[in-house]
Structure formats: structure tokens, C-alpha cells
């Protein structure tokens, strides 16, 4: 039994006003933020737990890192057991909105005391509601939507719609990423991921910027659906040319390929734009969306269509169901999210936000020539490539070390990435810059 489960199961066996007045007072402790580590908290136990029963490798970082346990968290920063205060510059680019954004959490909580979730035989208005605020900021083309709780839930949705339409056949992109169950694993351009659970769905890859590539791989075929990401986020921060979202959106139309654009980690004003597909003015068939739509409380993503491309699922809603997808609570984030994200100019805000933070870490990233080979971005979606993958590991540690979080790169190992939240202060963006130049450094005197 965990120390948590001991101390509340003592607490269970007091009596009448003794029992309440115990469980009040912890009630009051959870919900103000003021449980200890010494109260609750074990790490050493924790991190054992982990160990044994959830994943030996995430309790060798922790062990490795030698950080402490993650508690609570607000805005950008996140609030951990021994007292230190980590600014988030990670998230994986779920926290456009920061943590714990209060209309995201007041939505939620009276939500979750309202009608948490539903039966999935009557019809539920907040999700119509919360599908009306999202089809709000969607291209108009795209006049369909399902939700569902997760992005790698969205892209097998996507393939799913996909086969309907006698599209077998997935051309992915080189250093792609559209998550790692099975359909979207197929189009998870990594043998390392794949490797080990082969065979998947059929596949080829072009080169990600390359639209001759890609008109070759489709060439003679009609039996294809193309997924990319408009800009590709585990890739590395890959940044395509100019006009090539509008080469593959003809190509695909010329070769009757069913297009699915990813912008689970690039859209809601990532990029500085409501979709990073907007540098183009290209629109897909079908669109992915996720992370940013949680409003970093509540996992909850989307995926929108044309009406011609959606029909099959619309007739018949069997063919896809998931018991848990756009249910009331995560309905609630989505709208809340949205139009927080609307209503306080964050898309504008990452835009601004972006070029004054790609301009101090590519000055900042000068200093150390010998590590750093590129710094790229678009809005508060940057990357900084190193010349080895190991620098990388030095510098997420380095920087973890001065209260820094930051993100590796699941499809580019020499990328290190930043995804801060749009919420940022000068403050906090100076106190970075100060960090990553002291970690670059420290890493260099080492290098």
C-alpha cells in the first residue's frame, strides 16, 4: 500500500466529528496548494513504484536527473515537492494556454460537478457547443468535426476515413510524427518505433519539402491518402518552403489523394497562427487537432473534414465510437480553450512572443558555435539543433539543473525543443535567456 493510501486509510478509521473535521482539513490543504513533501510525499517510494510497476526507464532518468516530484503548476511555471519553482519552456506543446489557466479550470470543475460524463444514448449540447466554437476558427471547408481524446486517436480516425474512401495506401513524410498506436505508428516515419511492431499498414515516405517526391511516389496510383504536418515538430522545428503546403494540396488533387493535415502540435496559435497551414493558405481534406485544445486540464483533441470526406461517418456513427471521446467534462476544455485562446489575443501574442524569443536564443546560441549548428522557429514552436545527440542529453540536463524545462525531439535527437506557453513575461524570457547561456557554457567547457 503507497504512504498516501496508509495516511488516508488512518484518517478512515477515526470517528464522527474526529473523522470530518481530519478530512476537512485535508480537503483545505489539497485544494489551497499547501501539502508538503514531508506530509505526503516519499520520492524515493514513488520513483520505486515507478520502477516496478510503471516504466524501469522513466525511474532511471528521474534517478538520473535526481529532480523531485512535480506537484502543481500555474502559468509557466511548475511547482515541485522540495519547493522549486521550474519554468516550463516543454510541455510538448500542449501549454499555449500556461498551466492551470483558470477559464479552462473553472469550466472543468463546474462542469465536473454538473454532468461529468455522458451516456452516449441522449445527445449532449456541450458538445455541439464546444464543436461551434472550434468550427469557428477552422477553415470553412472543414465543416465537420469528431472529437476524440487524443492525437494519435485523431490520426487513426483520420486513416480510418481515409480506407472508407478506398485510400489504403499512407505516403508519410520523412521525420514525420502522428503518434505511436498502430494506424498512426504506420505513418510515424521511424524504424525505430516501427520496427518492433511490424507489420503495419503499408507505406512510402517522401522527402518532407520535397512536392516532386511526393507527385513521384503518387504517380500512377489512385489508392493513397498523404499526412504531413505543415510544420513538423518532432522532425525538429522543419520549416518547408514557401508554397510547398500549396504544391502537395494540388498534387493530391491532380492524383485524387485523400490530403490529412497534422496540426495536433503545430495549431491554436502555436506557430502565430491559428493553423500553421495558414503560411500558405492550404487546406486539407482532413485535419488533425489535439494538444492545445485541452487547455493543458482535460486530454481532449479533434478532427475536422469536409463534408464529402466525413459523409461515410456521419451516416452511421458506429463505425467509429469511443466511449470517453467529447464527453461533457472534455467538451468543456475544448470551448473554454478556444475561446480563451480568442478572447486574449494569444495567437497574435505567439507571434510577437515567438520572433523576440528566436531572435535572443539564436544570439544567445552565437556564442557557442562548436554546439549549436541551427536555430529555427515559428511563433513559440522553436528548435535549436546541436551537433550531436549527446549535447542535447547535457543541455536538457544543465538546464534542468538552473529550474528549466525543456523537450528533446522524438524524430530529430540532435533538436532541442521549445514550446513555452503564450502567457510568458519578459521576466520570465530574460530569466531563460540567462539560463540557456550559462548551460550553453557550461556544456562548451566540456565539449
Not at 478572447?343 to 562548436?370: C, F
Amino acid at each position: 500500500m503507497s504512504t498516501d493510501a496508509q495516511q488516508l486509510t488512518g484518517a478512515d478509521r477515526l470517528d464522527g466529528a474526529d473523522h470530518d473535521a481530519t478530512m476537512a482539513a485535508l480537503q483545505r490543504r489539497i485544494t489551497t496548494h499547501e501539502m508538503t513533501a514531508e506530509e505526503h510525499y516519499d520520492r524515493d517510494a514513488i520513483v520505486d513504484v515507478y520502477r516496478r510497476h510503471i516504466s524501469r526507464g522513466r525511474a532511471s532518468l528521474s534517478d538520473l536527473s535526481a529532480a523531485p516530484l512535480e506537484l502543481r503548476s500555474a502559468g509557466s511555471t511548475i511547482f515541485a515537492a522540495d519547493g522549486t519553482e521550474y519554468l516550463d519552456f516543454g510541455g510538448y506543446g500542449v501549454f499555449i494556454l500556461g498551466h492551470c489557466h483558470p477559464a479552462v479550470v473553472e469550466a472543468v470543475v463546474a462542469q465536473v460537478r454538473r454532468h461529468p460524463v455522458q451516456s452516449n444514448v441522449l445527445v449532449d449540447p456541450l458538445q455541439a457547443s464546444a464543436a461551434a466554437a472550434l468550427l469557428e476558427v477552422v477553415p470553412s471547408e472543414l465543416d465537420c468535426l469528431r472529437f476524440t481524446n487524443s492525437g494519435a486517436e485523431s490520426a487513426e480516425f483520420a486513416l480510418k476515413l481515409a480506407r472508407r474512401h478506398g485510400k489504403r495506401h499512407i505516403i508519410n513524410t520523412a521525420r514525420g510524427f502522428h503518434g505511436k498506436t498502430l494506424g498512426a505508428l504506420s505513418a510515424t516515419a521511424n524504424p525505430i518505433y516501427q520496427e518492433p511492431f511490424g507489420p503495419l499498414f503499408p507505406s512510402d515516405t517522401a522527402a518532407y519539402g520535397d512536392a516532386k517526391d511526393l507527385r513521384g511516389l503518387l504517380s500512377g496510383r489512385d489508392d493513397c491518402c498523404v499526412i504531413l504536418e505543415p510544420i513538423q515538430g518532432e522532425g525538429g522545428v522543419i520549416i518547408p518552403p514557401k508554397g510547398y503546403l500549396t504544391e502537395v494540396v494540388s498534387i493530391c488533387k491532380q492524383h485524387d489523394a485523400l490530403l490529412i493535415f497534422d496540426e495536433i502540435q503545430s495549431g491554436l496559435g502555436r506557430t502565430g497562427r491559428w493553423w500553421a497551414a495558414e503560411r500558405d493558405g492550404a487546406i486539407p481534406d482532413v485535419m488533425l487537432i489535439g494538444k492545445g485544445l485541452s487547455g493543458g486540464v482535460i486530454p481532449v483533441a479533434a478532427v475536422v473534414a469536409t463534408n464529402a470526406v466525413y459523409k461515410p461517418f456521419s451516416e452511421d456513427p458506429m463505425l467509429h465510437s469511443s466511449t470517453f471521446a467529447g464527453s461533457p467534462v472534455a467538451a468543456a476544455a475544448a470551448r473554454a480553450a478556444v475561446r480563451a485562446i480568442a478572447a486574449e489575443g494569444l495567437v497574435e501574442r505567439a507571434a510577437t512572443l515567438g520572433k523576440q524569443l528566436l531572435s535572443i536564443v539564436t544570439e544567445v546560441a552565437g556564442e557557442t558555435p562548436q554546439l549549436v549548428r541551427d536555430v529555427r522557429g515559428e511563433g513559440l514552436l522553436i528548435g535549436i539543433e546541436f551537433a550531436e545527440p549527446s549535447l542535447v542529453t547535457e543541455m536538457m540536463m544543465e538546464l534542468l539543473g538552473r529550474e528549466i524545462i525543456v523537450n528533446h525531439s522524438f524524430n530529430a535527437h540532435t533538436v532541442l525543443r521549445l514550446t513555452p506557453s503564450a502567457l510568458l513575461t519578459d521576466a520570465q524570457i530574460e530569466r531563460f535567456a540567462e539560463a540557456l547561456g550559462a548551460s550553453l557554457r557550461a556544456v562548451a567547457a566540456t565539449y
